[in-house]
């Protein structure tokens, strides 16, 4: 009953929260033109002030209110059209007492014509409405029966709403709808202003420390330039400073030059050390170089002999390049000396085109002007020159001429041409179709150590010569003769006895040491292997000193009775290049008289 008191009430302000009860309403008969105004007064004011959301709530309370329709029937009674009561866990509305029967009269047929009302906000409690002055007085209703059995209102019983109602509750609704649009957007454009201030505060934090790391920036790269500059500056003082330097230490050289002649002298030690190497590295690589052929006697002998017919011209170099030297005609006729004769061969070869001509003899012209030069320096220079300025100004001419740019290709081409030369002596010792190794071997191996120790010997103020003295020769008749002075020179040769496997003869280490007698009559001259490195110091003053022997001649004897020197003939195997000697080509054997086989044409 309560709850229908304040239904009942048409302006009573649900979940309003003041105490101040609103004003009774008289009980008046019906007037529509009492209730147009009464309608009339409930327009809403438009406010330009932004409504807090517990206000915009408060307002749709209100609005609900207001849409319960409230029009006085013919007896003074105010009709009110309630809303639907609210449903608990959504199983219909709760019964609070028993059901009592429907009361006959005016109230219960306006409350069965009752239209079911829309949701509302939920109605106070009973001990609120108790207290409330606003209770309408009518019959009484239980308002806790089953509304849902109440059968649905009929428009044509209860009749439509007028048309100015219906367009007043439009208007209202639109006007609602666009305060709550207005409150949306000024929310939305308070939040979009903190945020808009929040980045302009932010931006402008960022443009004063972008300006603090310009102004940083700006003092640093000017410090950076500046340091640029001043270490440019002194990069240009320093060159200057280095330029006049570099003249100052010119001048003094060349004064220190002037006053200290060259100087470019080589020990003993050290030119003999690059002579042996050369020698030594001639001997392992012949030993490899005739190692296929000596292997196998037999075959090597028919191979060389085959290839000799086949390629006379090649095989009659080696055989004249023999028999132009008498030592080693004679030392072929001794078995095991195929390499020894090989490398006695370049040996001499390197010795005369090589260590005794000057500058390989490529400029004759340039060494005949200084050789005009040293002449002259000696005899028609006033004050004349001594030997040791004259040696010395020599050396230091050719080494001005083998430092040039143009003499390197001199020198390549000297190279090239001493080991053609030298390689077509043994080109019958040549497979075919490996012309090409065999003569860059002939040149790694051989050519260019030689020319190196040569230019070493030939800028030194000290003069380095070879010589050697085989000491056998051609006799009237053609036979071959010892010289006497063979045995007188023994302390300065290296002998090697091929009767004792190359052992090195000595006769000072000899115990008891032998006779000149025992000499003439037991040692033999074989052949000469190398020649001997020999070293005149030049002294001021003319003072020439007596030559030194830095590296001794190398030669092969044969020391021993001669029942042993025949029986080592006799035993051992015929040399290579004895076979190759003896054999006679055809155009050796027509020269002797003899015939000539017939070759038929094609």
């Given at each position: ?522 040692l033999l001259n074989v052949c000469t ?8 110091q030049v002294g001021r003053k003319d003072?020439?000193?007596?030559p030194q022997v830095v590296r001794r ?50």
């Open positions: 009953m309560e709850d229908l008191k304040q239904l009942d009430d048409p302006i009573f302000p649900l979940g309003c929260k003041s105490s101040d009860p609103p004003p009774i309403p008289e009980k008046t008969p019906f007037r529509p033109v009492a209730a147009k105004d009464s309608l009339a007064d409930m327009y809403l004011t438009y406010s330009a002030v932004l409504k807090s959301s517990h206000v915009v709530d408060e307002e749709s309370s209100l609005d609900s209110i207001s849409e319960i329709s409230s029009v006085p029937d013919a007896m003074g009674f105010t009709k009110v059209d309630m809303p639907a009561p609210v449903l608990e866990n959504g199983n219909g509305p709760q019964s609070r007492g028993p059901r009592q029967a429907l009361p006959k009269g005016l109230v219960a047929t306006r409350f069965s014509n009752t239209p079911t009302p829309r949701p509302g906000p939920r109605p106070q409690s009973s001990a609120s409405n108790r207290n409330s002055s606003t209770f309408v007085e009518c019959d009484l209703i239980d308002l806790e029966t089953d509304v849902s059995a109440t059968p649905k209102r009929i428009p044509e019983q209860d009749g439509a709403k007028p048309p100015h109602r219906v367009e007043k509750d439009a208007g209202l609704g639109q006007e609602l709808r666009l305060r709550r649009e207005i409150a949306e957007l000024r929310q939305k454009l308070a939040s979009s202003n903190a945020r808009a201030e929040i980045a302009e505060e932010t931006a402008d934090r960022m443009r004063e420390r972008i300006e603090e790391i310009k102004n940083t920036k700006v003092s640093s790269v000017t410090e950076t330039e500046r340091d640029i500059n001043s270490a440019r500056q002194a990069a240009r003082e320093l060159e200057v400073e280095n330029s006049s330097l570099k003249e100052q230490l010119g001048d003094a050289q060349s004064h220190i030059f002037s006053l200290q002649p060259y100087r470019q002298e080589l020990t003993p030690e050290e030119v003999g050390r690059e002579y042996d190497d050369l020698v030594d590295g001639i001997t392992d690589w012949v030993a490899k170089l005739m190692a296929p052929l000596l292997d196998d006697h037999g075959r090597g002998v028919d191979d060389l002999l085959m290839n000799a017919r086949k390629r006379p011209t090649e095989a009659g170099r080696l055989k004249r390049m023999v028999r132009m030297h008498p030592d080693l005609c004679h030392g072929v006729e001794f078995p095991e000396t195929d390499e020894d004769i090989i490398i006695a061969i370049i040996m001499r070869f390197l010795d005369e085109d090589i260590f005794q001509k000057i500058l390989y003899g490529a400029l004759p012209t340039e060494v005949q002007t200084l050789t005009l030069i040293e002449t002259s320096m000696q005899n028609h220079v006033e004050p004349k020159r001594d030997l040791f300025a004259i040696r010395t100004w020599s050396a230091e001419a050719y080494n001005a001429i083998l430092s040039a740019h143009q003499f390197k290709k001199i020198r390549a081409a000297s190279v090239e041409h001493l080991t053609r030369e030298l390689a077509s002596i043994f080109s019958i010792l040549c497979a075919r179709g490996k012309e090409e190794s065999f003569h860059r071997q002939f040149e790694k191996h051989c050519i260019k150590p030689a020319m190196i120790l040569y230019e070493k010997m030939q800028v030194s103020t000290h003069h380095f010569y070879f010589d050697m003295n085989p000491y056998i020769m051609w006799g009237p008749e053609g036979e071959l003769l010892s010289t006497p002075d063979f045995v007188d020179n023994l302390h300065d040769l290296d002998c090697r006895n091929i009767l004792q496997n190359r052992k090195a003869f000595n006769v000072t280490k000899m115990d008891p040491p032998p006779t000149k007698r025992e000499l003439y009559e037991h292997l190398a020649p001997a490195l020999m070293m005149r003072v020439i000193r007596e001649q190398q030669m092969l004897v044969a020391y021993g009775p001669v029942e042993k020197r025949d029986s080592f003939q006799k035993d051992g195997d015929q040399t290579l290049l004895s076979h190759l000697c003896s054999a006679k080509s055809e155009r050796e054997r027509a020269e002797a008289g003899g015939w000539t086989p017939f070759r038929w044409a094609g």
